[in-house]
């Protein structure tokens, strides 16, 4: 009896010496997915789609920054993520691509993301969370505002959508991973070039520790962004590095470049990732 704490304390000790768990980076996913916008299926002056593979497709529009939507299908429904600024067509073009029958999602409620199309639905699932944003950006939605849950996980029919809530660009931010296909859908919570924080970075630190777990455990390395050109796939260790940077900003290690955009003055850039924040959110 008396060996067992010398043995528990050799076991910490081997423990605590276990390297850190090594990141995914972007070296080490992008080059299967360079060839993405290559792969048009569809294409007017509105918006084209790209193949991602035989059952997902990634759509752009052509107003905000090649502001993404995805299009996600499984045997028994499909799953729409975002809606683009304006296009007209967008349903059209989307049971073009799919037979199933669609669900309409939102990442969150920004202007770029839930834009005219939505009124295409009846029913857009979205984050509790950005109502605070609906007055502003999605006045006109007639529609059912039908809320997703933390840990929701969509059934489309042989493929499974975990819903995980990722805050910090807004309130409701909302991350899609496809346990399945492995790939995530983080919009512009993570991936869309600077991350313009309009919580906190308190916020932002945890929903990147957090989602980061969530990737590890269900084996994703990659999630594709809220505005994806081909080569910004988001990878762990970006997500893992902005999480740092927001913790730094916090300790007060960043003296921030000034911005002329007035909702968010600040901009810091750290180990190739940038974050646009004001003084709410330093907290
Ligand atoms: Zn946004």
Redesign the pocket.
Known sequence: MKKLPILFAAAMLVACQKPAEKLITRADVEPQYLTVMDRTVYEDSTSAWHQIDEHTWHGNGRLVYNESMYLIEGDSMALLLDAGTVIPNLREVVESLTDKPIMLAAT?V?P??TGAAISQWDTLWMNAGDEVNVPEFMPDYKGVHAYLYDGQVIDLGGRHILVVFTPG??PGSTTFLDLEHHYGFS??AFG?NNL?VFTTMTTVSSSAERLIRFMKRHDIPFCFP?HFWGDNLESQQRISDVGRVAEEILRGEHTPVMMENPRLPYMVENYGVMLNYNDEAIQ
């Open positions: 969150h920004h770029d993301h660009h807004t919009a512009d869309s313009l809220g």
